[in-house]
């Protein structure tokens, strides 16, 4: 009898949770058929590797390790400088000046060394940039997201940038590629996540480049686009990550050129950018006089570098993928 009772007073299913969830299930399916359906095609067209030289892969594989500390600094004195002016209300505000000064000094040991070997220190510290950069982007979302408004414009210009912490998950992924390089074997074929290293590594570039450019598209977009050269971050960063997965992707002496220039193009346009907002914080009340205030307030100084960093990372792409065409 109380059997028949609880049953009776049992509350109906909710037809839309029932819906939401039949769909997700669909979904589940959908998404386990197309990956099953493009196993076989995408790791083909991104295995390809030509031959290198043990010496040219370590010397791949310092690029990137150069890469990544460049990177790495951008966002140690960038998060150093956003965070005081934070008062690091959180202690975990700490943490990316921890990580990214670790990276940095592994990247600067993995640039002198020329062995053809991975080194855990360096793995370990890499793979830790890539987890802190992950988890200071969720931070910076939720600090978005919370303020009044939620998701507005005025919120992504004023509050927590989104894409800072990027920096540091780049330049994660960048390490850890090039400790990829060294273990897998930097001669012959060499390969990262068991794809070749060339075409993988242009993809990763491209991806980063993207993201850094969107950054610089919001602060600018902020600033109105006072300068005329506020549009160069804009355009020649995603042209040369372009002309990168063009060449990457259909090969070719000529395209593999243009994508070298471009790149340098880039890696000109982060030094140039440097110089421009230290020219920013110079026009503003005090100029360098009042650094103190200035550099909190005006332009910031570190972060026009992450450009350069991704660029030479996309430089070792390039420098894998030599000889694609002999």
């Keep these: 009898m109380l059997d028949s009772l609880f049953r009776r007073n049992k509350p109906a299913a909710d037809p839309a949770r029932i819906a939401l969830d039949r769909l997700g299930r669909s979904f589940e399916r959908a998404r386990a058929t197309?990956?099953?359906?493009?196993?076989?095609?995408?790791?083909?067209?991104?295995?390809?590797?030509?031959?290198?030289?043990?010496?040219?892969?370590?010397?791949?594989?310092?690029?990137?390790?150069?890469?990544?500390?460049?990177?790495?600094?951008?966002?140690?004195?960038d998060s150093a400088l956003e965070h005081y002016r934070g008062a690091f209300r959180n202690k975990a505000m700490f943490t990316p000046l921890a990580t990214s000064a670790l990276t940095v000094a592994a990247s600067l040991h993995g640039t002198t060394d020329q062995r053809e070997s991975a080194h855990l220190f360096r793995d370990v510290t890499y793979a830790l940039a890539a987890v802190t950069g992950l988890v200071g982007t969720a931070f910076h979302v939720f600090n978005v997201g919370s303020r009044v408004g939620g998701f507005r414009w005025v919120n992504f210009f004023y509050r927590a940038p989104v894409g800072a912490p990027m920096a540091i998950l780049i330049s994660g992924?960048?390490?850890?590629?090039?400790?990829?390089?060294?273990r897998e074997g930097p001669g012959?074929?060499?390969?990262?996540?068991?794809?070749?290293?060339?075409?993988?590594?242009a993809t990763i570039t491209a991806g980063s480049m993207a993201g850094?450019?969107?950054?610089?598209?919001l602060l600018h977009f902020r600033g109105n686009f006072q300068n005329p050269a506020m549009y160069i971050p804009v355009t020649i960063p995603p042209a040369s990550g372009a002309l990168l997965m063009d060449a990457a992707i259909r090969g070719?002496?000529?395209r593999r050129t243009a994508a070298r220039a471009s790149l340098w193009a880039t890696?000109?346009?982060?030094?140039?950018?440097?110089?421009?907002?230290?020219?920013?914080?110079?026009?503003?009340?005090?100029?360098?006089?009042n650094w103190k205030q200035n550099?909190?307030?005006?332009?910031?100084?570190?972060?026009?570098?992450?450009?350069?960093?991704?660029?030479?990372?996309?430089?070792?792409?390039?420098?894998?993928?030599?000889?694609?065409?002999a």
């Design 295 to 325: 550099l909190l307030d005006g332009p910031p100084v570190p972060t026009p570098p992450a450009f350069t960093g991704v660029a030479l990372a996309g430089l070792a792409a390039l420098d894998l993928l030599e000889g694609d065409d």
């Design 188 to 201: 012959g074929r060499p390969t990262v996540f068991g794809l070749g290293a060339g075409r993988t590594l």
């Design 212 to 217: 850094t450019v969107g950054e610089a598209w």
């Design 34 to 77: 197309a990956i099953v359906a493009a196993r076989p095609g995408l790791p083909d067209a991104l295995r390809h590797q030509p031959l290198v030289s043990p010496r040219k892969g370590v010397d791949a594989a310092r690029a990137l390790n150069r890469a990544s500390g460049l990177l790495a600094f951008s966002v140690l004195t």
């Design 173 to 182: 992924l960048f390490g850890v590629a090039s400790e990829r390089l060294r």
């Design 267 to 289: 890696v000109a346009t982060g030094i140039a950018g440097t110089f421009f907002h230290a020219y920013g914080v110079q026009r503003m009340m005090g100029g360098w006089r």
């Design 252 to 254: 070719g002496e000529k």
